[in-house]
């Protein structure tokens, strides 16, 4: 078990594009071990490979839903390689989300509700569905790391800087 240390905003390297896998292997696998491992430990739902510093198309997902009657958290864990998005919605969603990259910090962003997507998993098998819910917000918001593309970057100016303003401030409190 490996825990990664998550690279946060202002750093720069969270705007690189990064690059399509080309072999998933051994090494790549365990490397995918290690980003659940940083993601639970967080905690959160999703991480991308950015986030911790290597530029490759990898998102891993766990919504970790919990059970209605015995309140325990079910693991559900997924692996995006070299994800696509085939088709969207024109219905939006909104949600409140949040990113390890901007430590808890949250602004509601407006995204298609509905997408089809297409990805490889962890053993190169290629996987097309249509995702909606929680599970099609997150899977936008970590594709867009893979651009580049915080979830605060879908703010008007005003708001992301007010929430910029917010995590400096919590930074300074916590110095
Ligand atoms: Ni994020």
């Known amino acids: 078990m490996a825990i990664l240390p998550i690279i946060e905003t202002p750093d720069p390297r969270l705007k690189t594009i990064s690059s399509p896998v080309e072999t998933i292997d051994d090494d790549l696998r365990a490397f995918i071990k290690d980003m659940?491992?940083?993601m639970?430990?967080?905690p959160g739902i999703g991480l991308a490979a950015i986030q911790v510093g290597v530029p490759k198309r990898v998102l891993v997902?766990?919504?970790?839903?919990?059970?209605?009657?015995?309140?325990k958290v079910i693991r559900d864990p997924r692996v995006f390689i070299n994800p696509e998005i085939l088709e969207e919605s024109e219905e939006l969603s909104v949600y409140n989300e949040g990113c390890l990259?901007?430590?808890?910090?949250?602004?509601d962003v407006e995204r298609p509700a509905v997408i089809k997507a297409r990805w490889l998993?962890?053993?190169g098998q290629s996987h097309e569905d249509v995702l909606d819910g929680l599970l099609a917000i997150c899977l936008q918001h970590e594709m867009d790391h893979l651009e580049g593309i915080l979830f605060i970057d879908h703010l008007?100016?005003?708001?992301?800087?007010?929430?910029l303003k917010k995590l400096a401030?919590?930074?300074?409190?916590?110095?």
């Not at 008007?156 to 929430?163: A, E, F, G, I, Y």
């Not at 401030?169 to 110095?175: E, Q």
């Open 101 to 107: 990259s901007v430590p808890e910090q949250y602004a």
């Open 36 to 38: 659940f491992d940083t």
């Open 61 to 71: 997902i766990d919504l970790q839903d919990k059970d209605e009657e015995t309140g």
């Open 156 to 163: 008007s100016k005003l708001k992301r800087d007010m929430v």
């Open 121 to 123: 998993d962890e053993q």
């Open 40 to 42: 639970y430990d967080a």
């Open 169 to 175: 401030k919590a930074r300074k409190m916590a110095a």
